[in-house]
């Protein structure tokens, strides 16, 4: 399978705190996507950052791209209870089969 | 505003009587893809349209079949649903495959 992996697969925090979370990949890549999933809705698309890139920030969001370790992480800071939900990293392969490869998730829970 | 729309967003069905979804969408994307998620999981690929070119994945049931009439409608049909086909099922659209997609809030189909 080419799924890639999300740590961890839940995280607790308190409101204000910064959460962190990572996801590694096995193939190389054309671009790596996070994806935000309330309960019960349909996917929100947070930020794209492309394979050339090392980072990207978008508001609160931060997120960091290591080709090397195939890995990708997602800095959310000053949490909020709004911000709980579940995160899942995409990944779309360089060799050009047209669609993404979705992360197993991490389910964020901020404490009021 | 442009959006992506699903029809029912609550489906029940009974044990082998077929079940059409659909998607429509305003944002005149080219691609369109299907997915189906359980509880808990990442969103799995069963199929995606570019423009009319339909892109199967390998592991997607027989009993799965969609069809594309126009760029904005798109419609997931379960033959004979069994009670392992519960699940949202959500639809995304994309103007470049790999790029950016935009879901749908989902169906979530209940089997009896």
């Known amino acids: 399978s080419q799924q890639g992996e999300e740590d961890p697969q839940a995280l607790s925090i308190q409101e204000g705190e910064n959460a962190t979370m990572n996801c590694s990949y096995k193939t190389s890549i054309n671009n790596l996507q996070w994806y935000r999933q309330n309960s019960g809705r349909g996917l929100v698309h947070l930020i794209l950052i492309r394979s050339n890139e090392r980072e990207k920030h978008s508001g609160r969001l931060r997120v960091t791209l290591d080709t090397s370790k195939k890995s990708s992480s997602l800095l959310i800071t000053a949490s909020r209870a709004a911000d709980t939900a579940s995160y899942f990293c995409a990944t779309e392969a360089n060799f050009g089969n047209e669609k993404l490869t979705f992360g197993t998730g991490t389910r964020l829970t901020i404490i009021p | 505003d442009a959006m992506v729309i699903q029809n029912p967003r609550y489906q029940v069905t009974q044990f082998g009587k077929p079940v059409t979804l659909s998607c429509s969408q305003t944002l005149n994307h080219n691609v369109m893809y299907w997915y189906q998620q359980k509880s808990s999981q990442a969103p799995k690929l069963l199929f995606h349209?570019?423009?009319?070119?339909?892109?199967n994945e390998a592991d997607t049931p027989d009993n799965f079949q969609s069809r594309r009439p126009n760029t904005s409608f798109c419609f997931l049909d379960i033959r004979s649903p069994g009670l392992g086909d519960a699940a949202m099922y959500l639809c995304?659209?994309?103007?470049?495959?790999?790029?950016?997609?935009?879901f749908g809030p989902g169906t979530r189909l209940l089997v009896l």
């Open positions: 995304a659209t994309s103007g470049t495959a790999g790029e950016t997609q935009y």
């Open positions: 349209y570019y423009d009319k070119d339909f892109n």
